[in-house]
């Protein structure tokens, strides 16, 4: 395991792992790596964490990650391993009862046979994931017996997804994501409208293929199908993502969907030729120069016009209706370029013309990877021969106005607000046998029809077609803001310090905020930004700007002990990273929020520290110059090095009302800069777009 492994084992910062390494002569020695990012042996590391009263006992979870991280022949295949142990357990329990009740070595010589058979019954011939060897297993069996426990405490499925999950963090540049976010609001725009759902007898079981599949977030989004089709051109990558969907779908047997998972490339080599599914979902790879187009050049797929070599995402659009049948629906994520470049505009322009595209979104930036710019989705539907032209193309712009001085970033993305937005436009469009105009949404959507499109340049980026919004919210709005600037900066002159009165430096006793968890006056506890359902959570951004908590979970809890951590009242905030003095106290309209990643919560006992003082203290510079260490470019604080003096409550009080009033004076601050900003610009708009008369 690495220095990051024991750090998350102690629930400590990486900087705690590298002091004990120079303090403590007795820390275990490492057992591989290299000098600049060593390894060491679990056991000793659990043992030494023990005698040093910083572990009481390894969580499950924890132990099944390390032995996995820690495999000889790698994390990806003792994760395929503890994949198909997986689905062995839950599919045939009994079975797995008796292979465990022999030795090691019997047990991975008996396994093939019983895995064979679970992924030849969810997989058929040609799975994805070949069955391992005895030779193969034998090295994993106390893997897949840790795994298979952790199974027990929380299921199969959430067992897989926690590994699975921890293998995306620590190789975040080897895999492309789909947020759940964006997987679920695809999935959404693919399911038929309620008029279509009665025309086809009220079915609401699809097939449905992938063609890109990645990791499986956009099959897992989708709900109740007949049968899933995935395509990954990565033999690791489609391994994980079979076992992933098998495990998220029900055991074999009637209600399960049929699971059909290939290796390839797609474009050249198309596993399912013959499939005409009822929906195609699609993240395809962006800016490819090689995928096929010379040898392509000739394929029946182009029936729009052939893609040109700087169009394979023009190429991933046509692959995906082809597979459709007549009345299907594509969702395929685009790069905002596509719906502009003059390479791709005949294509468009033919896609137009016979009906097949029906929508494209525009989306916030940070919602999937490249995160910093705002990508685009594509919502087609194959042409029947009875279907005439669709005479509109509904165009959507989901962006968020970014609030002056506002940080913003896939970590503040507001999905159920997107997902909202871009569905209550959608959902009036696509009614079969609309004679109604849909309603125009000014800045936010717009049924074009498609007569304007056909120009020279064909350009269907949403921002060109949508009626303006009006500046600032009109000259009504810009007065209104006015009004409580003018508030704001009367607040901001009440709230300003008076002057500072010099005085001679106390010679105080102080105590760090370790010895003070030590001690029973705080809990110190590390944010995950993992949870399920609605609870907002406090991310770093929000924290260093001042504003409400705007994030979503990142990640599904795995178990009970993954739950969120929930704000209280008084509790005091810390940002790990970035080198600057921050502290936040929690107050009522914060509190229930769960604690984000890169955060830090002190929960101080109230009968023994006021939180005010405590979170001005540890604003101080000198305070946390001394508490951070440095990587290259980054700052890492350690909580546990803050320093707060040792005073009795009442006079902690004191303090803790001056801190408390220019916490106050920098929100009034922060307030009039951000509707500075916003009366600024809106006057701007104003004048330049007529709405606002010169004086």
């Not at 043992?47 to 979870?61: C, F, I, S, T, Y």
């Not at 008796?98 to 679970?118: K, N, Q, Y």
């Not at 049968?227 to 055991?251: C, G, K, V």
Request: glycine residues 10%.
């Amino acid at each position: 395991m690495t220095a990051a492994g024991i750090a998350r084992l102690a629930g400590v910062g990486r900087a705690a792992v590298s002091n004990w390494r120079r303090r403590h002569a007795g820390f275990p020695k490492p057992v591989g790596g290299t000098e600049a990012s060593p390894s060491f042996a679990l056991h000793e590391v659990e043992q030494w964490l023990r005698d040093q009263g910083k572990l009481a006992e390894v969580p499950l979870r924890e132990r099944v990650w390390q032995q996995l991280a820690g495999h000889p022949d790698g994390a990806v295949t003792a994760l395929v391993h503890a994949g198909c142990a997986l689905l062995l357990v839950r599919d045939r329990p009994t079975a797995w009862l008796e292979i465990t009740a022999v030795s090691d070595a019997r047990m991975a010589g008996v396994l093939p046979a019983a895995l064979d058979h679970v992924l030849t019954d969810r997989f058929g011939d040609g799975s994805a994931v070949p069955t391992p060897t005895a030779s193969a297993l034998l090295p994993s069996v106390p893997l897949l017996r840790a795994a298979a426990e952790l199974a027990a405490e929380t299921g199969a499925r959430q067992a897989f997804d926690f590994l699975f999950g921890r293998q995306l963090d620590a190789n975040p540049r080897q895999y492309t994501l789909t947020p759940p976010g964006l997987a679920e609001l695809m999935a959404d725009l693919a399911t038929p409208a309620r008029g279509a759902a009665r025309q086809s007898g009220g079915k609401s079981s699809r097939t449905v293929l992938d063609p890109a599949s990645g990791t499986g977030a956009l099959l897992c989004a989708v709900g109740r199908p007949t049968a899933l089709y995935a395509q990954e051109a990565d033999p690791d990558l489609a391994a994980l993502t079979a076992l992933r969907l098998a495990l998220h779908s029900t055991a074999k047997g009637t209600d399960a969907p049929a699971l059909a998972v290939r290796t390839g490339d797609t474009l050249r080599t198309d596993a399912f030729p013959g499939l005409g599914a009822d929906v195609v979902l699609c993240h395809p790879p962006f800016n490819e120069r090689d995928w096929g187009h010379d040898e392509l050049a000739y394929d029946p797929r182009w029936e729009y016009g052939f893609p040109a070599r700087t169009e394979s995402e023009l190429a991933w659009v046509q692959h995906a209706l082809a597979h459709l049948r007549e009345g299907g629906t594509a969702v395929v994520l685009m790069p905002p370029a596509a719906a502009s470049r003059r390479s791709g505009r005949r294509i468009r322009a033919d896609l137009l013309r016979r009906g097949a595209l029906r929508a494209v979104i525009a989306l916030p930036a940070g919602a999937a990877p490249p995160y910093g710019i705002p990508l685009h989705i594509w919502v087609l539907r194959k042409p029947g021969s009875e279907q005439s032209p669709a005479p509109e193309l509904l165009v959507v712009d989901a962006a968020e106005p970014e609030s002056a001085g506002a940080p913003s970033g896939r970590d503040r993305l507001d999905w159920p607000a997107v997902r909202g937005a871009v569905l209550d436009a959608w959902a009036p469009f696509d009614v079969p046998g609309r004679r109604e105009p849909v309603e125009e949404r000014p800045g936010t959507s717009r049924a074009v029809p498609v007569i304007e499109l056909l120009d020279d340049d064909v350009d269907l980026a949403p921002a060109r077609h949508l009626p303006p919004t009006a500046a600032g919210g009109g000259a009504a709005e810009l007065v209104r803001v006015r009004e409580r600037l003018d508030d704001t900066l009367k607040l901001t002159a009440r709230l300003t310090p008076p002057p500072a009165v010099p005085c001679e430096p106390a010679r105080r006793p102080f105590t760090t905020v370790g010895e003070l968890a030590r001690a029973g006056a705080l809990h110190l506890r590390t944010g995950s930004g993992s949870g399920a359902g609605t609870v907002p959570v406090l991310t770093e951004q929000d924290v260093l700007a001042g504003t409400a908590p705007s994030g979503a979970p990142s990640t599904p809890a795995a178990s009970p002990q993954d739950e969120p951590l929930l704000l209280e009242p008084g509790d005091v905030i810390v940002p790990v990273l970035g080198g600057g003095a921050v502290a936040r106290v929690v107050d009522e309209a914060t509190a229930g929020a769960a604690l984000g990643r890169n955060l830090q919560l002190l929960r101080p006992d109230p009968a023994a520290l006021d939180p005010w003082f405590l979170a001005g203290f540890l604003r101080g510079t000198a305070n946390n110059r001394q508490a951070s260490s440095y990587a290259s470019t980054a700052t890492r604080l350690d909580a546990r090095r803050l320093q707060v003096p040792r005073l009795p409550l009442a006079e902690q009080r004191t303090y803790g009302e001056q801190f408390s009033a220019l916490a106050a004076f920098e929100d009034a601050l922060r307030t009039a800069g951000r509707l500075g900003g916003q009366l600024v610009q809106g006057m701007y708009d104003g004048l330049t777009d007529g709405s606002v008369a010169p004086e």
